[in-house]
T-cell receptor, first 114, second 115 residues
């Protein structure tokens, strides 16, 4: 069965430090991959997506993610974290084509220390 | 332009009671989705409407859950009777199209607590 694993439930980083959030998926074909963020009091917001092509994708708010087929991973990175990045981050896969019927991971909650 | 709105934002009910959650999608979005996150776990797909028709309801957990979208505008999700395991956050999302062009726009979610 298709699944998404986010191994880290909580991560704490210092402001200005680099960040990498891990995501592994289980899916037979080339997946459609997404990262969403939920800030306090807000809905899920799309950070970036991978459908095909260049395996390094850029998103909003200075985030990027790299698709590695050999590792079944789609890790999210940011070179320098800001206090406003404190939120919960969700990795998702779209097995039905694009955004249809997304399968989400359990989320990683990011805390940022000043 | 207004985003996806959901209410109530939080509902606390007793086991056996009924709760109705409402979602207003972005105007003009024919596609409406319900997802649920239980106990801090994964966010799981419940169902997908295209206008007023249920396109896919494979994620609905059981017949205590009833989703409607009369007139193809807002949608309601009724839980009757509610059980403890129904506690969680219910997200609604809408999109203009489906597939790779169908970016989802999510609401803030409705938190349901069943005591």
């Amino acid at each position: 069965a298709q699944s998404v694993t986010q191994p880290d439930i909580h991560i704490t980083v210092s402001e200005g430090a680099s960040l990498e959030l891990r995501c592994n998926y289980s899916y037979g074909a080339t997946p459609y991959l997404f990262w969403y963020v939920q800030s306090p009091g807000q809905g899920l917001q799309l950070l970036l997506k991978y459908f095909s092509g260049d395996t390094l994708v850029q998103g909003i708010k200075g985030f990027e993610a790299e698709f590695k087929r050999s590792q079944s991973s789609f890790n999210l990175r940011k070179p320098s974290v800001h206090w406003s990045d404190a939120a919960e981050y969700f990795c998702a896969v779209g097995p039905s084509g694009g955004y249809n019927k997304l399968i989400f991971g359990a989320g990683t909650r990011l805390a940022v220390h000043p | 332009e207004a985003g996806v709105t959901q209410f109530p934002s939080h509902s606390v009910i007793e086991k056996g009671q009924t709760v109705t959650l409402r979602c207003d999608p972005i105007s003009g979005h024919d596609n409406l989705y319900w997802y649920r996150r239980v106990m801090g776990k994964e966010i799981k797909f419940l169902l997908h409407f295209v206008k007023e028709s249920k396109q896919d309801e494979s994620g609905m957990p059981n017949n205590r859950f009833l989703a409607e979208r009369t007139g193809g505008t807002y949608s309601t999700l009724k839980v009757q009777p509610a059980e403890l395991e129904d506690s969680g956050v219910y997200f609604c999302a809408s999109s203009l199209q489906t597939g790779v062009a169908g970016e989802l726009f999510f609401g803030e979610g409705s938190r349901l607590t069943v005591l």
